[in-house]
């Protein structure tokens, strides 16, 4: 699970840095400025790489720590869409004296999305989502936690390429246990 993590970190930080070439290269094209004509020269597929906050309200408590994603979706029209993402944190969150990590985060989204400016969008989502929390307790013991429940989030994010995506958000994870 190492190394899915590293790769998932590597994988985000490539996505973010092509983010800013193409946003700089797009916009320095001169391409149109109504935001609903631009967002709507949308594919129907494409992938994203997404980090944000998210909390998780698992086993009776409630601890948030930074996420980073990586997903495929599709739009059904130019508002609707759907999306699976895969995601792990990248820092530990705490709740009294014991220490969690999102192993994993694995969800089946329905998104509705709106075009901001340009090529820059706001989604919202649900959808259904199992976790996997690892928890370090003070005396150095580990133990995990999974389940699986809801999930819903929004974001802020950018078309980078015709079928590229990124965008920052918050996501929160409601356990059924």
């Known amino acids: 699970m190492a190394s899915l993590k590293i790769g998932l970190r590597a994988l985000s930080g490539f996505v973010l840095l092509l983010a800013g070439v193409q946003a700089h290269a797009q916009d320095a ?10 967002y709507q020269q949308r594919p129907l597929s494409y992938l994203i790489g997404s980090a944000g906050m998210a909390t998780l309200s698992f086993k009776g408590f409630d601890v948030s720590m930074p996420i980073m994603s990586v997903g495929m979706g599709g739009m059904v029209n130019d508002y609707v869409g759907v999306e699976m993402r895969l995601g792990t944190s990248v820092m530990r969150g705490d709740y009294h004296d014991d220490r969690f ?8 989204l329905a998104t509705l999305r709106f075009p901001v400016w340009r090529f820059i969008y706001g989604q919202a989502y649900a959808g259904l989502s199992n976790a996997k929390l690892l928890n370090i307790a003070p005396d150095g013991s580990t133990s995990h936690a999974s389940g699986s429940g809801l999930t819903y989030g929004a974001n802020l994010g950018i ?7 990124v965008s920052a958000g918050y996501t929160r994870y409601i356990s059924k246990s």
């Open 101 to 108: 990590a999102i192993d994993h985060l694995a969800s089946a």
């Open 29 to 38: 094209q001169g391409q149109a400025s109504d935001p609903v004509s631009v």
């Open 159 to 165: 078309r980078v390429v015709p079928h590229w995506r």
